[in-house]
């Protein structure tokens, strides 16, 4: 297909590239091949993989697509991004279901070979959109990639017909690689390690991503190329992270900097599941894992370990918090160290488990028995899960409470580049652990300041002693059913919530201090919010500010007082309103404007721009 | 395991400042003795000793205990000391549960705990009854037994715990009576002797909800001759005057008498705990006449936190990581440069 001529070697800030295909496709593994290349090429990178629920859904169907969408830039890159530049479909399904996030104007490739009556058909094509001008108003690529990769790997011993299609996906991605001026020597790399004892598999691979960068080199259809320059970023070490990743290791290094083992007690369930995958490959740090029976001896048994002294974590999404709501407050009630990580997920029920949503926050504020508060952190990018898995294990051995650290769908499966953080760098923690027999100590006794209680666990002689769920005496921790002693231990628990916030940074607002505007958000939606303000201040709107909270109970004490230096306020979320309802309660006099999507899918960009500035013209 | 070598303690010392409230009569308090005098006869160190329990009755036994103790939440006790002996295997973790606790609402952690055969001794006091919330039919009530809440009598067929224990792979499992503390303590000691998960069900009367409910077999007067009191290697022999005994006559037990048709000591079925196959033992437990009591089944496993470490040596052995830095600088990094 004839191409608008333009100018070779076209210079870009950014560039969002999707690719999609079939579940089987490897579609995942061509993107991040793709945005690896280009973070080690320098850029900033960020990623959303968006896949079925179904494992291997029908082959051709519109509901069995995968999509992974990759944005690159020599700019700061905050979000995987809406639009897309470039569109790879592997098939027509893939093409009809993403076609709409496709810039006019811009490149799709397609593999002409899959466009088969067949795969039409499965697609809900009427016509051949290749071949009905429907899609006139886009850059169509169209290269027969699967008879280009069977000829390419004809001469190869030792791969059957299955292999040999399904490498297919490394045509598209050599092809990419020239078009953005990529090595492929990244990805070679990483077949001969990942394939060691297949030697054909690396052989027809290799041959098959060079077969498409030299196409893609040679074929005059492809009139230019693009530059991104290597990104602006801080001097340092860096590798890409998942956000699931990221907070597996931020417990790692929170564990080694305490002193203390890791135990983490977990019940698969989507998306928090790669948690698990993560830590209990690291036996050789003493990590101690429990893939349990069920959620609730996930946490329960992650209790055990915290009472006899280890570092102790349990990790689920939405539905698995519900039923782990009893034993949290068990934690709380016992005044034990815990952190339970949520990784959101569309609810409510099972709800939408692949797409990411911001609903449980409440659920997280009040989802148990009684009075029982809790601390509540949010990671907000896939890199910073790792700052704020190690914050909410400090504040936990700290503070003995347990510690909600709330992460999401988008941030846990999105990746970035993360400037490597040595545990030498990271703050000290210091825990409450009684390491001796210590006259007239009680089991509640507790520190002046923090309000914290003291950690005896068993093994210390001297110290023995026992805990649980029913209220106890404010001083020996005995069973007590005295009104007067329940009021007292009710008020501080809570109390000791609210000291928190001594331990806490003060909240900080982003691009203005004070003005007409302030956008709120937390959690996941960092990205998202933070381009759109700034997209606004590039544009001369200076009098918008923005306030990302991490700390979400106790809030920053300085909350109010930021809340006053603006004229409007409004508080974005992937729910209904559920921060807007905690911060409602928490200040008054302030009128909140609220954002709210809940469609499973992040911000877009427009939609906010659009939204602020109605707000400020 | 830290163990003394001589005799430190006495039952007194694992006595808590605690006064007990259970009912008067309850055959809990045989228990918390018989474990009291069970304790100084292992040797292990107090400090070394920790009592997880769930709700009910008999869930409040940690306060009594001068050990390290957790009263947590219902059904769920077996977890939890799943992790405490996860975190620290140096230590004697005991589970203190009920059959409400363990075979209803925690029903699934009382599987799962036998399946994985950590080293942990769980008793579970069977009244077959809820005493706690007053009186109704538990997972263990006989059908057409009436309660609170089953006026017109129980219509949900019981678990038997032996059987449910067997069926999850228990590698341990022992049956006492209540009210006989001797035999009683001793099985403590080999629960606690025992490397693995060792379960003790203790037919527990109720004097307030259930009173009487195993009197057909615990009862002085009937109890030897409605007791198998099983011993490994000996004879499964049982009645006041030691002349019946099991025989296994096809596929079924029978019980004989010695001395009728033809029938010798030498016949009598030698009590075998540490056989691999449970088929015996199941049959055993089913057992109704006699009610057979004692170590039923001690089969020698690996403990599943053999298994773990045995995983960490080894792969430690094969990793190059010592500190997280090792992991986190490892494989694709990168440099930006200033």
């Known amino acids: 297909m004839e191409a608008k001529t333009e100018n070779p070697q076209e210079i870009l800030e950014s560039v969002i590239i999707r690719f999609v295909g079939d579940s089987g496709d490897g579609m995942q593994l061509t993107g991040t091949q793709f945005s690896d290349t280009s973070a080690m090429f320098g850029n900033d990178v960020a990623t959303f993989p968006n896949y079925p629920a179904e494992i291997r859904a029908p082959q051709g169907s519109l509901y069995g697509v995968s999509g992974y969408q990759v944005h690159i830039g020599s700019v700061e890159i905050s979000t995987p991004g809406d639009e897309v530049d470039l569109l790879v479909a592997m098939n027509p399904a893939g093409l009809k279901t993403n076609l709409h996030a496709v810039k006019p104007g811009h490149t799709i490739i397609v593999d002409t070979d899959s466009f088969t009556k067949k795969n039409l058909e499965k697609a809900l094509y009427e016509s051949n959109p290749l071949e009905d001008n429907s899609l006139e108003n886009y850059r169509v690529i169209e290269v027969s990639m699967t008879s280009l990769t069977k000829e390419t790997l004809k001469e190869v011993q030792g791969l059957d017909n299955k292999a040999i299609t399904r490498s297919k996906n490394m045509f598209a991605l050599g092809m990419v690689y020239w078009m953005y001026h990529r090595s492929t020597e990244h990805t070679i790399e990483f077949f001969q390690k990942k394939f060691k004892s297949k030697p054909e598999i690396i052989e027809a691979n290799t041959k098959v991503l060079n077969a498409g960068y030299y196409f893609a080199e040679t074929l005059e259809l492809i009139p230019n190329a693009y530059t991104i320059s290597p990104a602006k970023m801080e001097a340092g070490t860096y590798r890409i992270v998942m956000g699931n990743t990221a907070t597996a290791w931020g417990f790692l290094a929170a564990a080694e900097k305490s002193g203390l083992e890791l135990f983490l007690g977990s019940y698969p369930i989507t998306p928090a599941s790669d948690i698990l995958h993560e830590l209990v490959k690291h036996k050789h740090f003493g990590v101690k894992t429990l893939q349990a029976e069920d959620e609730i001896a996930g946490i329960t048994s992650a209790i055990g370990a915290s009472f006899a002294g280890d570092l102790a974590i349990t990790t689920t999404s939405g539905p698995g918090l519900a039923l782990k709501g009893e034993a949290l407050g068990l934690a709380m009630m016992i005044e034990l160290p815990l952190v339970l990580v949520n990784v959101q997920r569309g609810g409510p029920s099972t709800g939408l488990p692949t797409k990411t949503e911001q609903s449980d926050l409440l659920q997280a504020m009040y989802g148990r028995n009684g009075e029982s508060p809790v601390i509540i952190i949010a990671a907000s990018t896939p890199a910073n899960c790792f700052n704020y898995a190690y914050e909410a294990a400090k504040l936990t051995l700290e503070h003995m409470t347990p510690v909600i650290l709330m992460s999401d769908g988008y941030i846990a499966n999105g990746s970035a580049p993360w400037k490597i953080q040595s545990v030498n760098e990271m703050p000290e923690i210091k825990n409450n652990l009684l390491k001796e027999f210590k006259e007239n100590w009680h089991p509640y006794d507790r520190d002046q300041d923090s309000l914290a209680r003291y950690w005896a666990v068993p093994g210390t002689p001297g110290m023995e002693h026992r805990v649980g769920g029913l209220e106890k005496d404010k001083v020996t921790g005995n069973v007590s059913y005295d009104p007067e002693n329940h009021e007292y231990m009710t008020n501080i628990r809570a109390e000791k919530i609210k000291r928190v916030q001594n331990y806490i940074p003060d909240q900080e607002t982003e691009f203005a201090d004070s003005g007409d505007l302030l956008v709120i958000g937390w959690g996941g939606t960092y990205g998202s919010l933070h381009s759109a303000v700034k997209h606004l201040n590039d544009e001369g709107y200076k009098n918008i500010g923005f306030a990302h909270f991490h700390y979400l109970n106790p809030l920053p004490t300085n909350t109010e007082a930021l809340l006053k230096r603006f004229k409007k306020i409004i508080v974005c979320e992937l729910n209904t309103g559920q921060f807007v309802k905690v911060l409602k309660s928490s200040f008054n006099g302030f009128e909140f404007l609220q954002f709210n999507k809940i469609q499973g899918l992040p911000f877009a960009n427009n939609e906010l721009v659009q939204k602020f500035k109605q707000l400020v013209t | ?338």
């Open chain 2, 1 to 338: 395991m830290e163990t003394t070598a001589v005799k430190e303690y006495t039952y007194k010392d694992f006595a808590s400042d605690q006064e007990v409230r259970w009912c008067p009569g309850c055959d809990d308090y045989v228990i918390l003795r018989s474990v009291q005098k069970a304790l100084p006869e292992i040797g292990i160190k107090k400090e070394n000793v920790v009592f997880i329990s769930g709700i009910g009755c008999s869930s409040r036994f940690p306060y009594y205990m001068d050990t390290y103790g957790m009263h947590s939440i219902h059904g769920r006790a077996a977890a939890i000391a799943s992790g405490v002996k996860l975190a620290n295997p140096d230590l004697s973790v005991w589970v203190i549960t009920g059959d409400g606790d363990s075979l209803a609402i925690g029903g699934n952690h009382f599987i799962h705990v036998l399946r994985r055969n950590l080293d942990l001794n769980i008793i579970l006091f069977n009244n077959e009854i809820y005493g706690l919330t007053k009186g109704q039919f538990s997972p263990t009530s006989l059908v057409g037994q009436k309660t609170k809440s089953s006026p017109y009598g129980n219509t949900q067929p019981p678990f038997s715990a032996g059987e449910l224990a067997l069926g999850a792979q228990a590698r341990f499992f022992a049956r006492i009576g209540g009210n006989t503390p001797k035999e009683m303590t001793e099985i403590f000691i080999q629960s606690q002797k025992y490397k693995g998960t060792s379960l003790v069900e203790v037919l527990q009367n109720c004097p307030i909800f259930n009173d009487g409910c195993f009197a057909k077999y615990t009862d002085k007067a009937v109890r030897e001759d409605r007791q198998l009191y099983v011993e490994h290697g000996k004879p499964m022999i049982f009645g006041k005057d030691r002349d019946k005994g099991l025989i296994l006559k096809g596929i079924r037990l029978e019980v004989v008498t010695i001395g009728e048709n033809g029938i010798e000591e030498t016949d009598i079925l030698i009590h075998n705990a540490k056989e691999h196959d449970p088929t015996l033992h199941q049959m055993l437990v089913r057992l109704e006449y006699p009610m057979v009591t004692g170590i039923i089944r001690s089969f020698n496993d690996t403990t599943f936190e053999e298994r773990e470490d045995a995983l960490t040596v080894q792969v430690k052995a094969n990793s190059s990581f010592r500190k997280t830095d090792d992991l986190f600088f490892s494989g694709d990094v990168y440099e930006i440069k200033e």
